[in-house]
């Protein structure tokens, strides 16, 4: 296509899936590994997919779901020139396919066991053969072959494990996503969407906002238990939309839009809370420095995530990152406990103010360092 790269030409490749039944229909994290399969290398590029099976086929749920276009045939027909071959009993990502069609390669583990998926520079009869003649491509992502269901347990296992977020902090990596976990795997199995989560997240954070506007010691501790919760809740919709493939604008924009309603509820929350309990003169005034700050902040990040992806360096998609997490949430509860939720305004009312100028130095370094030299 005119203004394709070279990258882009080579990751249109057509794709042939040899499915078997038995295996075809094997479940991993609610969908059928076919259906991730089919998913994946959309999703990678390749384009057209054909299914190759002489037998009835499970119903592909998010292949449909998504409008990807697919054809069931019993032979494999005989694309002229690269084609990407696969099992169709193999859980693999996207990221993995697509470098696969870039590198026309065949797909490994980590371990150096070759996997049945890689690029043929033609179709041969024996496939599986003339894969074995491939450069091999270690995975970065969960890739495992599943033919029964022990194998699917295990392959599921490692899916699970590999779902992380670049916005993850300490906290999130470390306690957040795992106590969340279960959840996940539970609500993967039901209608309930990662945005009606992020919903809920945001409600139980408001929640936890209401307890700490009354000044009373129990209700802010009981809060501060709360906004724990709601951060822990806050990972389980990424963790499904990753692994149901329902990511979507929307959802991303809820789930930011959420997490910065509630951080300026709780600093306004916890002001008013410290001004019941008899705290700080300054109370009210660090309240507003914090919301305020809270606010310049995402604008910032707003500002930052509308401008051309060359202006968007290393440093400030962290920092990015960084506004997306709740870390601060372990500290909320730590000072409630003690009692000294007034050190926490301290903190926010100044913090929030460095990483506004900070990712406003950065997006404007950024930008004159695109510009083209006079």
């Not at 470390?174 to 809920?200: D, W, Y």
Request: with cysteine; aromatic share 6%; proline share 6%.
């Amino acid at each position: 296509m005119p203004g394709d790269t070279g990258k882009e030409r080579a990751a249109r490749l057509p794709a042939l899936i040899f499915a078997h039944a038995p295996t075809a229909g094997l479940r991993v994290a609610a969908l059928t590994v076919l259906d991730r399969l089919v998913v994946a290398a959309h999703r990678a590029g390749a384009s057209p997919i054909t299914i190759v099976s002489s037998e009835p086929l499970p119903a592909l749920e998010r292949t449909v779901a998504l409008g990807i276009p697919y054809a069931v045939a019993a032979a494999p027909p005989a694309p002229a020139g690269p084609v990407l071959v696969a099992d169709g009993g193999l859980l693999t990502q996207a990221t993995d396919v697509r470098a696969l069609l870039q590198q026309h390669a065949r797909l490994s583990t980590t371990a150096g066991e070759r996997l049945p998926i890689g690029v043929l520079p033609r179709l041969e009869t024996d496939w599986r053969a003339a894969l074995d003649r491939q450069p091999a491509l270690a995975a970065q992502g969960a890739a495992a072959p599943v033919t029964d269901l022990a194998s699917a347990r295990a392959a599921e296992r490692m899916l699970w494990a590999s779902l992380t977020s670049s916005a993850d902090g300490l906290v999130d990596r470390f306690f957040n996503r795992p106590c969340g976990r279960p959840l996940s795997k539970m609500l993967a199995h039901t209608p309930i969407s990662p945005n009606a989560v992020s919903l809920v997240s945001t409600g139980i954070g408001l929640a936890a906002a209401a307890g700490f506007a009354t000044g009373a010691y129990p209700a802010a501790v009981a809060a501060a238990l709360l906004f724990q919760l709601s951060a822990i809740v806050d990972c389980v919709d990424g963790d499904l939309a990753r692994v149901l493939f329902k990511e979507s604008p929307l959802g991303k924009w809820l789930d930011l839009a959420g997490d910065q309603v509630v951080h300026v509820a709780v600093f306004a929350a916890i002001a008013a809370g410290v001004i019941r309990g008899g705290g700080t003169p300054w109370a009210a005034w660090l309240g507003a420095s914090a919301v305020l700050g809270a606010a310049f902040s995402f604008a910032v990040v707003l500002r930052g995530m509308r401008r051309p992806a060359g202006e968007q360096g290393e440093r400030l998609k962290k920092l990015i990152d960084a506004l997306t997490n709740r870390d601060f949430s372990v500290l909320v509860l730590a000072l409630a406990c003690f009692d000294r939720l007034e050190w926490f305004l301290w903190l926010a009312a100044v913090g929030s103010h460095v990483f506004w100028l900070a990712a406003l130095a950065l997006q404007l370094g950024a930008a004159s360092r695109s510009q083209p030299a006079r």
